[in-house]
C-alpha cells in the first residue's frame, strides 16, 4: 500500500487496520490512527500502554483532552517509559495513593519519575 493509502485506511478504517497501523514507522500514519471517528477510550488506552510505540503518539494522546479525561489513560501514559518525563511527572498529581505506590516501586519507568510518585505520595501522607 502506498502511503496515501494507508493514511487514508488510518483515518477510516476498522479496528484491526487501527491496530496494524497504529505502530506504523511513519509517523504521519500513527498519528492519524488517533484521528480515526470510530476509535474507543479502550483501544487508545491499550495504544497508550505498549511500550513499542512512538514517543510522538504517546505525547498526542497525552495532549488530547478527550482521552486525558480517563483515569486508566493518564495511568498508562504515566506508566509507559517512552512518555516524556515532563508529561508524566504532570499527570502524578491526579493518580489514586495505590498506583503512585506501585509507579514508586516500578523499574520500568524512568527513575526520576518512580522518584516524583513516591515525593508525590510524601506530600499527600503529610497534607492528611
Known sequence: MTIPEKLRLAILGNREARNLLISNPV???SLAVL???????????????QKNLSEDVILAIAKDQKWIKTYQVKLAIVSNPKTR???????LGHLHEKDLKSLSRDKNISSVVSRA??????KRNIKN
Open 35 to 49: 484521528r480515526n471517528p470510530k476509535i474507543t477510550e479502550d483501544e487508545v488506552m491499550k495504544y497508550a500502554q
Open 117 to 122: 510518585a513516591y515525593q508525590t505520595l510524601l
Open 85 to 91: 518525563l515532563s508529561v508524566a511527572i504532570n499527570f
Open 27 to 29: 509517523k504521519m500514519i
